[in-house]
């Protein structure tokens, strides 16, 4: 199983990016995806979920308004698009799996993704 994350960037405040968690081995149809974040001397913290069987969203404060999870069924892949960009966004994303009938332990992790966003 491998989830595979790309789309990080440089980008100034202000501006958008898109993620992208490409999902390959296995079927998912009953996990939760997840985009977490790390920023630098800070712990990692979730930033967005969904469900791949339902579609339901979470988001974290400050991500809501600003950042939208998405997935593509056909291709496993799961998005966040992140809009209006802050340098507090700056961070490594990582995309994440769990079972859905769990509400925490993620079984599968990819790779990271960094997001620099400039002032």
């Known amino acids: 199983v491998q989830l595979q994350a790309s789309g990080g960037g440089l980008v100034q405040a202000g501006g958008s990016l898109r993620l992208s968690c490409a999902v390959s081995?296995?079927?998912?149809?009953?996990?939760?995806m997840g985009w977490f974040r790390q920023a630098p001397g800070k712990e990692r913290e979730l930033a967005a979920t969904i469900s791949l069987r339902g579609g339901r969203t979470y988001y974290i404060d400050a991500a809501k308004g600003r950042f939208t999870i998405s997935k593509d069924s056909a291709k496993n892949t799961v998005f966040l698009q992140m809009n209006s960009l802050k340098p507090e966004d700056t961070a490594v994303y990582y995309c994440?799996?769990?079972?859905?009938?769990?509400?925490?332990?993620?079984?599968?992790w990819g790779q990271g993704t960094l997001v620099t966003v400039s002032s």
């Open positions: 994440a799996a769990r079972p859905e009938y769990r509400s925490s332990g993620w079984d599968y």
């Open positions: 081995g296995r079927t998912f149809d009953r996990y939760v």
